[in-house]
């Protein structure tokens, strides 16, 4: 009986342990450098490379009121405007966990083709940015909000704004877009309706770990780390605020950010709204698996909602 009693508090120990430290490891992710991420995108064909040295970068420090220094980029577009108006197109872009700014220039490209200004930055505890854990949108929609509204002081007035990110970066951009009415349009690659639902597929996914024990725990120690509940990030109630047009993108085999969500959020939005689903994708991968397919989907949606003409436009 004693040997039941310790093998039992072992198992016990060994879960509790385990959790904790599956959720620092999401909390704490790894800061991936450059090369790590062109290693990434060239695994997936994507020339990384030949679109890193055909563009502009313009590097941009601004602090943050939650206590740290965000990093980033701005990509002007080449040669004169193609809008027909005279208005400048800009458009912010938010990259997941553990990815960084240079992760987001498979989507910059296609917007920088399309004649815009391309704002890139890195998020908390991402990067070359500061800020000691990720929160999974929480704080990270803070920032975005707070430098959003920084970065649009540096333009023209009647610059037509776009907000567009993946995975955790979608989840944030949502929850921040409901507080920047100025937004004319926004898309999400691979965004999560709430957080706590989140959590079991991605312990499966990334450790076979099942829904139970491990799922009550890891939100847990989640909730002892943050001033904030788990259940504060629901990107789903802000959604059903925003005003703006609103693109849903999915891949149709994503097991990370499991693709119903995108079905769920999708019947959130009310007004303008459009959904995307890329059969057999895995998560956030159809930007570099389907990237002309991805161009021309950006590209009709922005002609659809007059963001561009159809005649105006970088082929």
Known sequence: MIYIIIISAVLIIGVVIASSICERILCTPERLDRDHEFEYLLNYGYDIKKVYESVTFNEFSMDVP?????????????????????????????????????????????WHR???????????????????????????????????????????????????????????????????????????????????????????????????????????????????SIDDVRPIDSVRKIKAPMLFVHGGDDRFVPTPNVYKLYEAKEGPKDIKVFEGTPHVKAVLMHHEEYFEMLKDFCIKYEIIKEDAQNE
């Open 66 to 110: 939650n206590g740290y220094c965000l990093k980033g980029v701005v990509i002007p577009p080449d040669g004169p405007s193609p809008f027909e108006d005279g208005r400048k197109r800009a458009i912010i872009l938010v990259h997941g966990r553990t990815a960084n700014r240079y992760t987001m220039l498979s989507h910059g490209e296609i």
């Open 114 to 228: 399309l004649g815009f200004y391309v704002v890139i930055y890195e998020q908390r505890a991402h990067g070359e940015s500061g800020g000691a854990d990720c929160s999974m949108g929480y704080y990270e929609a803070q920032d975005l909000e707070y430098l959003a509204n920084e970065i649009k002081k540096t333009f023209p007035e009647d610059t037509v704004w776009g907000l567009g990110g993946e995975s955790m970066g979608a989840a944030t951009l949502m929850i921040a877009a409901e507080k920047l009415p100025w937004l004319s349009f926004i898309y999400e690659d691979g965004g999560y309706t709430d957080l706590r639902t989140e959590v079991a597929p991605s312990l499966y996914y990334k450790a076979k770990l099942p829904r139970f024990p491990f799922t009550p725990l890891v939100i847990f120690f989640f909730n002892r780390r943050h001033e904030f």
